[in-house]
């Protein structure tokens, strides 16, 4: 197993623009969570899904932001209408149920909105 | 929700010297997560703590959890160039982590 795979791992696009990131989990885990991290700040909670069922959303998540995990695999990420606020590290990690033996950390999606 | 606050926000230390981060919880802890991050890249899993009074060590890096759970600590021992980036404490906040806003080391020559 290799690990969070997150693609891509920079992406910038201009203001208004819609971008999809994309993460591929630990086969084995079944819960798939995403988080964002700006500057000198701690991962703020996104979203988490538990198998393919999206469970848990943050006020954070405005109506532009999307996220899928069809058939409990892999899952996207998508934002409409980018703003430059938007400009943040886009990280996804997974876990067994409970977090027992940890959360495992992608390499994250740096986004910046010009 | 959890909230977490790390100490001090930033240190710089001599290497070979040791240093100490804490984390301290609104909530009692029912499980804490230590990661490094490398500026720009992921969160690498260090150690997880469950239990009051646990104490895990890997290599030169030591953390524990107070007995009355709304403490950790993580010292790293003789501290080298490797040990430099961004230390996060991550809480079991029900199914998800929440995070501190993460210590700044930096290790000079």
């Known amino acids: 197993d290799t690990g969070v795979s997150q693609n891509p791992r920079h992406k910038i696009t201009k203001r208004g623009q819609n971008v999809t990131f994309r993460c591929d989990p630990i086969s084995e885990h079944n819960r798939l969570y995403w988080y964002r991290q700006t500057l000198g700040q701690g991962p703020e909670f996104l979203t988490y899904f538990q198998n393919e069922a999206q469970l848990e959303k943050s006020r954070l998540l405005s109506d532009r932001f999307s996220a899928e995990r069809p058939k409990g695999s892999f899952s996207t990420l998508e934002i409409q209408r980018t703003e430059q606020g938007d400009s943040a590290m886009y990280l996804c990690?997974?876990?067994?149920?409970?977090?027992?033996?940890?959360?495992?950390f992608g390499s994250g999606t740096r986004l910046t909105v010009v | 929700s959890q909230e977490l606050e790390q100490s001090p926000q930033s240190l710089i230390v001599q290497e070979g010297k040791n240093l100490t981060i804490n984390c301290t919880s609104s909530k009692t802890l029912y499980g804490l997560y230590w990661y490094k991050q490398k500026y720009g890249e992921g969160l690498i899993f260090l150690m997880m703590?469950?239990?009051?009074?646990e104490e895990k060590s890997h290599e030169k890096i030591t953390a524990k959890l107070d007995e009355k759970k709304q403490q950790s600590s993580l010292h790293i021992t003789a501290s080298q160039p490797s040990h430099a980036g961004i230390y996060l404490c991550?809480?079991?906040?029900?199914?998800?982590?929440?995070f501190g806003a993460g210590t700044t080391v930096t290790v000079r020559a």
């Open positions: 703590l469950q239990k009051g009074g």
């Open positions: 990690a997974s876990s067994d149920t409970g977090g027992t033996y940890g959360y495992t």
């Open positions: 991550g809480a079991s906040d029900d199914y998800k982590l929440s």
